[in-house]
């Protein structure tokens, strides 16, 4: 056989071998977390007119309904704490959310002495599978923008109308015992919102949302266990 010819050979060896290998990774790369987008995807991202570094820096984290609160945290926390918000469409499963606070956390450089968080109601197309699988790193982005920070945790509210596949205020119910279970063993103190608003069925605005009212009365309760775990902060 020519010289050439067996070059050739081995070539188309080297190539098929080549190629074997992608489809022993393929299974790898399709099972990693993909972005399942809404049609409309945002981000609020608020933080104090005038931080006051004598005080301790909070961080709302959230989604609509947290943003809706947030004005009354600030107020029940004026002379307490600075208050900060992001809230954001993405949803747990999402492997741009863990990005979308990392980079919240660069840009404000500050330091929160305590985070409370939620993320329930968007992000429908994951499963609740998916969201268990995804709860553990939310919480390890949590301690890595804010080592030091107390952590409390709101479940998701109850919703006036269903849509499918969500939300639903069976998956929602789903994804609150995710979130009790995942919290259940560490230092994360709970801030019940679902409890709260099913006792105000009349204060819904729209589907999904309360009115100035309604979130009057998260904000309050919010601001209340957040005062509640700065004190204990305290030396």
Request: charged share 20%; net charge neutral.
């Amino acid at each position: 056989m020519k010289q050439s010819s067996r070059r050739l050979l081995l070539r188309f060896a080297i190539l098929a071998a080549l190629c074997s290998v992608p489809s022993a990774h393929s299974s790898l790369f399709a099972q990693a977390p993909t972005s399942k987008t809404e049609e409309i995807e945002w981000t609020w991202e608020v933080r104090p007119a005038h931080p006051d570094p004598k005080l301790p820096n909070v961080l709302l984290l959230g989604d609509s309904i947290t943003r809706n609160y947030f004005p009354e945290v600030g107020r029940q926390l004026t002379g307490i704490a600075n208050v900060y918000l992001m809230a954001s469409s993405t949803s747990l499963g999402d492997p741009r959310l863990p990005r979308q606070i990392a980079e919240f956390s660069d840009a404000e450089a500050v330091s929160f002495s305590l985070v409370h968080f939620n993320n329930g109601m968007h992000g429908w197309a994951y499963s609740e599978k998916e969201y268990q699988a995804a709860f553990p790193a939310l919480l390890t982005e949590l301690h890595s923008i804010a080592p030091k920070a107390a952590l409390v945790w709101a479940t998701t509210t109850p919703v006036k109308t269903e849509t499918q596949p969500g939300p639903t205020n069976s998956r929602v119910d789903a994804r609150n015992a995710i979130a009790r279970a995942a919290i259940q063993s560490s230092e994360i103190a709970l801030d019940d919102q679902h409890a709260l608003m099913a006792q105000h069925p009349d204060l819904y605005q729209d589907a999904v949302h309360f009115n100035d009212q309604g979130a009057t009365i998260q904000g309050k309760q919010a601001a209340q266990i957040i005062r509640e775990r700065l004190s204990k902060l305290q030396p």
